[in-house]
């Protein structure tokens, strides 16, 4: 059974810095895709930034782009999210998401981690 789980968020001041984690278990890392998403109160749930299981391709939602980065390390079965200059607009629940594809999509979620930049 895939199992996700969030970890790294809290209350950090504007332009500060936070690292999410997200580990897997139940799974064979390499086999999925990962992404983080984020939702806000009052708003829909947004894709912030994915890699893909093969190369490790990044992409990145435009409001982040070039202040967060996504990684993974397969030895460890993490993925991570360095979110830098962090804004009061970025506060919200952060998602762990893990998808594979066999005849159709699978989405596996972690519980979430709540993030908060506020002074």
């Known amino acids: 059974q895939v199992q996700l789980g969030e970890s790294g968020g809290g209350l950090v001041q504007p332009g500060g810095s936070l690292r999410l984690s997200c580990a897997a278990s139940?799974?064979?890392?390499?086999?999925?895709?990962m992404s983080w998403y984020r939702q806000a109160p009052g708003k829909e749930r947004e894709l912030v930034a994915a890699?893909?299981?093969?190369?490790?391709?990044?992409n990145y939602a435009g409001s982040v782009q070039g202040r967060f980065t996504i990684s993974r390390d397969s030895a460890k079965n993490t993925m991570y999210l360095q979110m830098n200059n962090l804004k009061p607009e970025d506060t919200a629940v952060y998602y762990c998401?893990?998808?594979?594809?066999?005849?159709?999509?699978?989405?596996?979620w972690g519980q979430g981690t709540q993030v908060t930049v506020s002074s």
């Open positions: 890699i893909t299981r093969v190369r490790g391709i990044t």
């Open positions: 139940g799974v064979t890392f390499n086999w999925y895709d």
């Open positions: 998401n893990a998808r594979s594809y066999s005849n159709q999509w699978y989405h596996y």
